[in-house]
């Protein structure tokens, strides 16, 4: 019995010194950080237009202790004479879309002026005479910006922060609506290949055309239902008056 009693006591102490050692390790990981703070004064919409301008403020906080780099990632480029960051108290500025700030442990927040123009989706050549204007396919997932912390390996030690927006072009807009006003299949498709190829002039003067001719072409189909019900409507009127004068006979 004693020897067992012993047996039992070094167990049990066996099983309390690796719990220990246990809690110990896990009081010592590091636990989920939580996501950055970005507060944003000023405008960002979803949906822009080619060339359109940005401009806003973001505070950045709840920067992490183990950050080294925060790094900035916009769509928006240059616009005018403004620089696309500028920190404001950190007398930093830059003109790239890209940039890489250094951080010190625990600082506080940071503010940045974000300031960019929407990027062109269009292209326009002149061959001789032929006016060639292409759009890029890419309307959407472009980024006011982007924002990661990562520590002085690259490592990233939070989730990012983004905001994104879409490119709105009335023109792809205004051509799409008449595509729907042309009923003839063969046509929709040819022309949208036309627009595709960048001509986009001659595309939208060929729908206009179609559309004007299907507003202005007589259905006959409409016609014949009319003289249909017409000749019915008669057949049955002097049938139900020659009832009637039958009736008044009698």
Not at 1 to 22: D, E, N, P, Y
Request: net charge negative; glycine share 6%; proline share 4%.
């Amino acid at each position: 019995m004693k020897a067992g009693h012993r047996a039992f006591k070094v167990t049990t102490s066996c099983i309390l010194f690796s719990l220990c050692i246990l809690f110990f390790i896990l009081f010592m990981l590091p636990g989920p950080a939580a996501a950055i703070q970005v507060q944003v004064e000023g405008e960002l919409p979803t949906e822009v237009e080619e060339k359109q301008v940005i401009s806003s403020v973001l505070t950045i906080s709840s920067i992490p202790s183990a950050a080294d780099f925060i790094y900035f990632d916009t769509d928006l480029i240059k616009s005018e004479d403004q620089p696309v960051y500028n920190f404001t108290g950190l007398g930093l500025q830059s003109n790239e879309s890209h940039y890489v700030l250094p951080v010190e442990g625990g600082q506080g927040k940071i503010v940045v002026l974000l300031n960019g123009q929407v990027p062109e989706i269009s292209e326009v050549k002149q061959c001789d005479k032929l006016t060639l204007v292409k759009y890029n396919p890419k309307l959407t997932g472009y980024a006011h910006y982007r924002i990661r912390l990562t520590d002085e390996d690259g490592n990233p030690i939070k989730e990012s922060d983004t905001r994104t927006f879409s490119i709105v072009v009335p023109e792809i807009e205004a051509f799409e609506q008449k595509m729907t006003l042309v009923d003839d299949s063969f046509f929709n498709a040819y022309l949208q290949d036309m627009f595709d190829k960048g001509l986009v002039t001659e595309a939208n003067e060929i729908a206009d055309y179609l559309i004007k001719k299907e507003e202005n072409s007589f259905n006959w189909s409409y016609l014949i239902i009319g003289l249909a019900i017409a000749a019915v409507s008669f057949i049955l009127g002097v049938r139900t008056g020659g009832s009637e004068e039958e009736e008044e006979e009698e």
